[in-house]
């Protein structure tokens, strides 16, 4: 099972020069955004309209061949006190669920407050309220993503 708990494990199995897939799991929509090779940038892809497990999972690992991606980063809804309820439960189980499909690891990263600072971004940058709501989840997954790409740059400086 490729599920990684902590950065350090899923840092140590992705492959090398292999951009990653950052997903913010909703109830209605899952945002999708992807990565450089160099793991340096994350950048907004789209957001899939979530409909059944099955074709949810097809489309992300659709985009996640057609990108040659080399590790899933799932937003992890944490409680702002640190603790896990019902949306974290929900997201685990997505992710075990899709590792039944695929080889690529996957690892949590801490979400609390990426869609307020993704919200937040498009409001600076003056953005109308109906293109908004179009692109706040996967501007909130790129968000995640780069929260973790940060964090595995400074695993592997201090390595």
Not at 141 to 150: F, T
Request: glycine share 8%.
């Amino acid at each position: 099972m490729s599920v990684h708990d902590g950065i350090e494990g899923f840092a140590a199995a992705i492959a090398p020069q292999r951009a990653l897939l950052g997903l913010d799991l909703g109830d209605k929509t899952i945002g999708v955004a992807a990565s450089d090779r160099l793991l340096s940038v994350a950048t907004p892809l789209e957001t899939i309209r979530r409909r059944k497990f099955t074709l949810d999972a097809e489309r992300i690992l659709e985009i996640a061949t057609a990108r040659e991606i080399g590790g899933l980063i799932l937003g992890l809804p944490r409680n702002m006190d640190g603790t896990e309820g019902p949306r974290c439960q929900s997201t685990r189980a997505f992710a075990h669920n899709i590792s039944r499909l695929t080889e690529l690891p996957i690892g949590f990263w801490d979400e609390r407050l990426s869609t307020v600072a993704a919200e937040r971004a498009l409001l600076e940058a003056d953005t109308s309220r109906k293109r908004r709501s179009e692109v706040i989840d996967h501007v909130a997954a790129s968000y995640i993503l780069q929260g973790a790409l940060d964090r595995l740059r400074n695993l592997r400086s201090s390595s």
